[in-house]
């Protein structure tokens, strides 16, 4: 359960929650589902909305969300399952990064006999640099979408494993549902059991979250690309667990969240988690940016600063469109941030 503090007391300024209403009232956060604030632990701030949603592509309609609406969290899924491999790599049960992926899936020995699959490691797939066809332009509705075409496929694991080779795995971040998907079954098979029951046991629990749903795919096996549902406070949790090392081992922590590989624009990717500079090179003065981010389409975006002990969960309704990130970015940088004081 949040402890909840007064947005003066946790270093914003007071009028934090006037400045967050003002911004929806105008029509800045189009869209806008839920956000939750966490500062020092405690919870600072939240807010929601009214609007269209979606659980992956059936319609729920007109939903009027709060605190215990579960949410489509989409590819922030992917950031749980770093954090779960982590879990299990401490406890010895999944391969360390550097091995051969797929001796690991021996149904593939087929696969493993082509030298340059056999180069792929499970560290290419936790960073996205597996240098397989593989493409997500295309709306998450059908099978033109290469995560939706696995989720449709007979086995899973197959359909990402034969992709063809089109460059060298290691040099280049390519955004692969299926690199999330190779990871996922790691974690199931080596703690013998689904990954969705390993998540409530290893890290859900201790971490007193216990409304969750995970949506499978044609083949019954949860998604680890797009699957999870969680209410925004239980989002907001994950986030604090992961700067306060709970229930996560710090030294995962760490490596996870390390730039692995350049993405866009000065920023990286870690272990399925996106990395940011934490500071905005080149405009001093202005707050800093995120140094952590997990993402998912339609706005779906969980933030950590760990410097400020500062952790936003934002989701929302655009999903597929242009501008996904538009609300999340305007509850950061016209609210949150410029509302900062210590």
């Given at each position: 359960m949040w402890q909840r503090i007064d947005p003066g007391a946790a270093g914003f300024a007071p009028d934090l929650a006037e400045r967050l209403d003002a911004l929806v009232e105008e029509g800045r956060a189009a869209g806008l589902h839920g956000v939750v604030v966490a500062r020092h632990g405690r919870l600072v701030l939240e807010r929601y909305g009214t609007g269209?949603?979606?659980?992956?592509?059936?319609?729920?309609?007109?939903?009027?969300?709060?605190?215990?609406?579960?949410?489509?969290?989409?590819?922030?899924?992917?950031?749980?399952?770093?954090?779960?491999?982590?879990?299990?790599?401490?406890?010895?049960?999944?391969?360390?990064?550097?091995?051969?992926?797929?001796?690991?899936?021996?149904?593939?020995?087929?696969?493993?006999?082509?030298?340059?699959?056999?180069?792929?490691?499970?560290?290419?797939?936790?960073?996205?640099?597996?240098?397989?066809?593989?493409?997500?332009?295309?709306?998450?509705?059908?099978?033109?979408?290469?995560?939706?075409?696995?989720?449709?496929?007979?086995?899973?694991?197959?359909?990402?494993?034969?992709?063809?080779?089109?460059?060298?795995?290691?040099?280049?971040?390519?955004?692969?549902?299926?690199?999330?998907?190779?990871?996922?079954?790691?974690?199931?098979?080596?703690?013998?059991?689904?990954?969705?029951?390993?998540?409530?046991?290893?890290?859900?629990?201790?971490?007193?979250?216990t409304s969750f749903e995970w949506m499978a795919g044609e083949d019954g096996v949860a998604s680890a690309a797009s699957g999870l549902r969680l209410t925004p406070r239980d989002l907001a949790r994950i986030g604090q667990a992961v700067l306060d090392a709970e229930a996560i081992p710090a030294s995962w922590t760490a490596e996870m969240l390390r730039p692995h590989v350049p993405t866009w624009d000065g920023f990286s990717y870690g272990y399925l988690w996106h990395v940011g500079p934490g500071e905005r090179p080149g405009r001093p003065g202005e707050p800093p940016s995120w140094r952590a981010m997990a993402a998912g389409n339609g706005g779906q975006r969980l933030f950590l600063f760990p410097d400020l002990d500062l952790v936003v969960a934002v989701t929302a309704g655009a999903y597929n469109g242009d501008g996904q990130d538009a609300a999340a970015r305007a509850v950061l940088d016209e609210v949150l941030l410029p509302a900062l004081t210590s």
């Open positions: 269209e949603d979606y659980a992956w592509n059936t319609p729920l309609g007109v939903v009027d969300f709060g605190p215990e609406t579960r949410h489509d969290v989409r590819s922030v899924t992917k950031s749980v399952v770093g954090l779960l491999y982590g879990v299990a790599l401490a406890a010895g049960l999944v391969p360390e990064p550097g091995e051969p992926i797929l001796r690991h899936f021996p149904e593939h020995a087929d696969l493993a006999a082509d030298p340059g699959r056999a180069a792929l490691t499970v560290e290419h797939a936790l960073t996205m640099t597996l240098g397989l066809d593989w493409d997500e332009s295309a709306p998450y509705t059908g099978p033109e979408n290469s995560e939706i075409a696995m989720e449709m496929a007979e086995d899973r694991y197959r359909f990402v494993l034969e992709r063809p080779i089109v460059e060298e795995p290691g040099k280049r971040w390519s955004y692969s549902g299926g690199a999330a998907a190779l990871v996922g079954g790691l974690i199931a098979r080596g703690v013998g059991r689904p990954l969705e029951e390993f998540a409530r046991d290893a890290l859900f629990a201790p971490l007193g979250i």
